[in-house]
C-alpha cells in the first residue's frame, strides 16, 4: 500500500508507526476518533464543520472576529476537532477526556522505523 492510499483510508496506528516516520499530521474528533488531516488541516476541519453544521452556517460563522483573526483556531472551535502535528496541536476550548486520551495514545506510541521517536512529542 503506498503513503497516498494509507493517507487517504482510515487511521490505523499500527500501519502509521510502520510505515512513516517523523510524520502526523491528523484531527481529533470530540470522541477520540483520529482522521488523517487530507488534503491539508484547514480543509479537513472545514469539511467537518459544513457536515456538522450545513455550508450556509459555516459561511455565515465564518464572516466573525474570531475566525478572520485566527483561522485555525476557529476551524478548531466550531468543529471541535484537535488539530496534530508531530511537535504541537491546536485544541478547541471544549477539549474533551477522549480526545486528550487520543493524543496520549499517540504520544506514548513509537515509530518503528528510526530510533525512538514517538508519534507526538509535544504538550499534552
Not at 503513503?3 to 483510508?9: H, P, R, W
Request: overall charge negative; charged content about 30%; some cysteine.
Amino acid at each position: 500500500m503506498s503513503d497516498i492510499e494509507i493517507l487517504q483510508g482510515k487511521f490505523d496506528l499500527n500501519v502509521h508507526k510502520k510505515e512513516f516516520y517523523n510524520y502526523l499530521e491528523v484531527i481529533i474528533k470530540p470522541n477520540g476518533q483520529i482522521e488523517y488531516a487530507v488534503p491539508s488541516h484547514q480543509e479537513k476541519l472545514k469539511r467537518v464543520c459544513i457536515a456538522k453544521h450545513g455550508l450556509e452556517n459555516f459561511l455565515k460563522e465564518l464572516e466573525s472576529d474570531e475566525a478572520y483573526h485566527d483561522y485555525l483556531k476557529w476551524l478548531c472551535n466550531y468543529s471541535e476537532c484537535a488539530s496534530v502535528w508531530n511537535e504541537f496541536c491546536v485544541k478547541p476550548d471544549n477539549f474533551t477526556e477522549e480526545q486528550r486520551n487520543a493524543l496520549k495514545l499517540l504520544s506514548e506510541t513509537y515509530y518503528e522505523k528510526g530510533y525512538k521517536l514517538k508519534l507526538y512529542q509535544g504538550d499534552l
